[in-house]
């Protein structure tokens, strides 16, 4: 399979048999870390990181990925390049591929922007864009997510319940983005996808649509309801977040008072109950700890978060391997 040039901006925009090689291709480079064996297949290779946004474990993936595949990876603050001035994404797209040998880009703060400007940049760049995470998706976050859960559950996940699930978080307005991007993939893989939010809380309605016809397709399910309690009853993985209300992204203080009749939606050890007795905790991190989760339970048996947190590391490296 050849995967040279593609963009990743998106699990939708690729394949099933393209996700599960890139996967193989993680837990190759996986061992071959833990090993010690070199891996330098980008060896001269340069990689743009444009951040928008603020990141500990994406911006280091792809920085440590990059200096292990023998390449190096340059850091762009938003802020404090000539995009802050107004720079197009479309010089960004042509000026950069003509230096290295892909973009990746975060830009996530805002419902409606990032999707559209890195799906700019990749109009005009002559190498792969990548989603670092943008508004509708976070794609490599996803990748990471699957293979926690395949390397704890195997690699036929037909009817294995997640529960993803919004959760009470003072910090700020979290990106939509990793609930989207769960109930879009986890669906592909003839998952029971449950999706548990207060009112206020809908996602986007692409997303949505995609998360509905993926379970059509692959022998899933995927439904919504009202209560964290509920979506946890007999679930094989849950996923509590706190995300965003999608008109209300800026303006925080609205938000927050809202978010305040829900701080009841935390995962608790009373809750991890309803649960298989195997089942995993999994967040994306960073969480807020007291609110959207207990020490207890992201500290305790399920928790399958440093796993999952290491695995950004090996898919990363994995998409950008096989891409650039
Ligand atoms: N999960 C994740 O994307 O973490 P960062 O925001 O630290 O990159």
Known sequence: MNLKGRDFISTQD???????YALDKA???KRKFKNGEPHRELADKTAFLIFFDKSTRTRNSFEAGMTQLGGHAHFIEAQTSQIAHGES???????????????????DLV?????????EVAKWASAPVFNMQCDVDHPFQMMADLMTIREKFGQDLKGKRIAVSWAYAPSY??????PQGLIMLMTRFGMDVVLAHPPEYTLMDEPMAHARKNAEENGGSFTVVDSMEEAFRDADIVYPKSWGIQSLFGEPEKALEISKKYTHWICDEEKMKLT??????????????????????????????YQEAENRLHTAKA???LTM
């Open 14 to 20: 690729w394949k099933k048999e393209e996700l599960l």
């Open 27 to 29: 837990d190759e480079l």
């Open 89 to 107: 994404p479309k010089d960004m797209g042509i000026i950069l591929s003509s230096y290295g040998h892909a973009i990746a880009i975060r830009h």
């Open 111 to 119: 419902p409606g922007e990032g999707n559209s400007y890195m799906r």
């Open 173 to 178: 307005a979290k990106p939509m983005s990793v």
């Open 276 to 305: 298989k007795e195997s089942s995993i905790y999994m967040h994306c991190l960073p969480a807020d700890r007291g609110y959207e989760v207990t020490d207890e339970v992201i500290d305790g048996p399920h928790s399958v978060i």
């Open 319 to 321: 998409i950008m391997a």
